[in-house]
């Protein structure tokens, strides 16, 4: 299995411009969540999927973020219009709604906003 | 919000020398889980122990749970200089993990 694909793995952008960070998770796994880290804040969950359905988005930031799940096997988190705040490593992982609740973690996307 | 929050932020230790790490969380649980991340990479699970269980090993790994305390710790024995990383724990409420800050462990040779 090829695991959690996460791209790009490095942005560097200037404010105002759109972001749009991709993931595809593992197959078969039906939970999908995208996690922010920061040195300041550590880890922060910013929202995630069941079955391609936001269940929970209360961690995102503001009305910048936004993600989509249109089918099992894609989601993206666009951020628009991105701010030097954003910058941080985004993570997407997915697990599978029987096992116990182990995530498996993409590689991340490094995110600088100039 | 943290739920898990790591002792100590760092820890520095030579090979062959135990590493422990501890974890406090503050609200009840279904299972806490350790994963560990190198540098510039993405995060690993390393270990789950259920709330019902108190102590569960893998490996060179030994994870113990205090619910009483919400407190939990990471024993890595025997450590070489590629277990140098950061180790999270995480708590699991439903369908969700909560992630410490981490403890950024360097083994030296």
């Known amino acids: 299995d090829a695991g959690v694909i996460q791209s790009p793995r490095h942005e560097v952008t200037e404010m105002g411009q759109e972001v749009t960070l991709r993931c595809k998770p593992i197959?078969?796994?039906?939970?999908l969540f995208w996690y922010r880290q920061t040195m300041m804040r550590g880890l922060e969950l910013l929202i995630y999927f069941n079955n391609n359905v936001p269940i929970d988005d209360s961690g995102m930031p503001e009305d910048r973020f936004s993600a989509k799940m249109p089918n099992a096997s894609f989601s993206t988190l666009k951020i628009q219009p991105s701010e030097p705040r954003d910058s941080a490593v985004y993570f997407c992982?997915?697990?599978?709604?029987?096992?116990?609740?182990?995530?498996?973690f993409g590689e991340g996307s490094r995110l600088t906003v100039l | 919000s943290q739920q898990g929050e790591e002792d100590p932020q760092a820890l520095s230790i030579q090979e062959g020398e135990n590493a422990t790490m501890n974890c406090s969380y503050k609200t009840s649980i279904n299972n806490l889980q350790w994963y560990r991340q190198n540098s510039g990479r993405g995060l690993v699970h390393l270990i789950l122990?259920?709330?019902?269980?108190r102590e569960k090993h893998s490996g060179r790994l030994r994870v113990t749970l205090d619910t009483s305390k919400k407190s939990s710790s990471l024993l890595i024995t025997a450590s070489r200089a590629a277990d140098t990383a950061s180790y999270f724990c995480a708590t699991v409420q439903g369908s969700t993990l909560t992630f410490g800050k981490g403890t950024m462990l360097l083994v030296s040779p």
């Open positions: 197959s078969g796994h039906d939970y």
């Open positions: 122990i259920r709330s019902n269980e």
């Open positions: 992982a997915s697990r599978l709604g029987t096992a116990p609740g182990e995530l498996f």
